[in-house]
Nanobody, 127 residues
Framework: QVQLVESGGGLVQAGGSLRLSCAAS????????MGWFRQAPGKEREFVAA????????YYADSVKGRFTVSRDNAKNTVYLQMMSLKPEDTAVYYC????????????????????WGQGTQVTVSS
């Protein structure tokens, strides 16, 4: 049974930082590209960042480029999202997701390409 478990969310002031983690089990982690998505109240779920299954490529939404960094540790079956210079508009539930060997930026930004999802972790940025 595949499980993705996010952690690291919380309440932070604007300008602060958080690091989210997503621990995966029940799948061959190194064969999956990993994505981060977020959903704010009343809004659609949106793409945030992704890292290819090889770890060689990363992709970001324009809204987080230069502030967020996605990385992975295949030895720990974990993907991370380092978030810096947080803004109130970053407030959302953040989800990690796994997509089997997806490689193109266009595909990695599409939630429908991800077969497995975590339960989400709340990030709240106060002004």
């Amino acid at each position: 049974q595949v499980q993705l478990v996010e952690s690291g969310g919380g309440l932070v002031q604007a300008g602060g930082s958080l690091r989210l983690s997503c621990a995966a089990s029940g799948l061959t982690f190194s064969m999956y590209s990993m994505g981060w998505f977020r959903q704010a109240p009343g809004k659609e779920r949106e793409f945030v960042a992704a890292i290819s299954w090889s770890g060689g490529s990363t992709y970001y939404a324009d809204s987080v480029k230069g502030r967020f960094t996605v990385s992975r540790d295949n030895a720990k079956n974990t993907v991370y999202l380092q978030m810096m210079s947080l803004k109130p508009e970053d407030t959302a539930v953040y989800y990690c997701a796994a997509s089997y060997r997806t490689t193109t930026p266009q595909a990695m930004a599409v939630s429908g390409k991800y077969a497995y999802w975590g339960q989400g972790t709340q990030v709240t940025v106060s002004s």
